[in-house]
């Protein structure tokens, strides 16, 4: 799986696969710390939008979709201070219709029923331009 340039920036990394659903994951690093022993709200934000890319490019594959991926909007609550050491984050695609999605995903440290910020995202998803 392909990570933007901006992802790998911050140490964001696949973790693993539950099942068709990616499981991203950034470790504390320098590039992902605001306040010290910290993650940056910014960084925390990253992390829950590539997780939902992440799975939105899966189940587009799945589906054999080829699409070019637009953001509309992003909304991220923060619940918890990330404190110094990985995080992970989930993504779900609640609706995939023909021109756009809709993504909640979460992060956690710890436990994943103890999320750290969670995000609500629609994406437009256009068609590529023929060849």
């Known amino acids: ?5 901006y992802a790998r920036s911050l140490g964001i ?10 499981i991203i994951r950034v470790d504390f690093i320098e590039a992902v710390e605001g306040r010290p022993e910290h993650y ?10 590539t997780a939902g ?20 909007n992003i909304t991220v609550q923060y619940l918890a201070a990330g ?5 992970y984050a989930r993504g779900r ?10 993504i909640t995903v979460e992060a ?3 436990d994943p029923d103890r999320p750290i910020a969670t995000a609500v995202m ?10």
């Open 40 to 49: 940056h709200g910014g960084a925390t934000g990253g992390l829950l939008e």
């Open 108 to 110: 956690w440290q710890d």
């Open 13 to 22: 990394k696949l973790s693993e696969w539950d099942g068709d659903t990616p």
């Open 83 to 87: 404190k110094s050491r990985e995080t």
């Open 122 to 131: 629609n994406v437009l998803v256009a068609e590529p331009p023929a060849s």
């Open 53 to 72: 890319y992440a799975v939105l490019r899966s189940m587009l594959a799945l589906k054999q979709r080829q699409a070019i991926l637009k953001p509309i």
């Open 93 to 102: 695609v609640t609706k995939l219709g023909r021109r756009s999605a809709n």
């Open 1 to 5: 799986m392909a990570l933007t340039p």
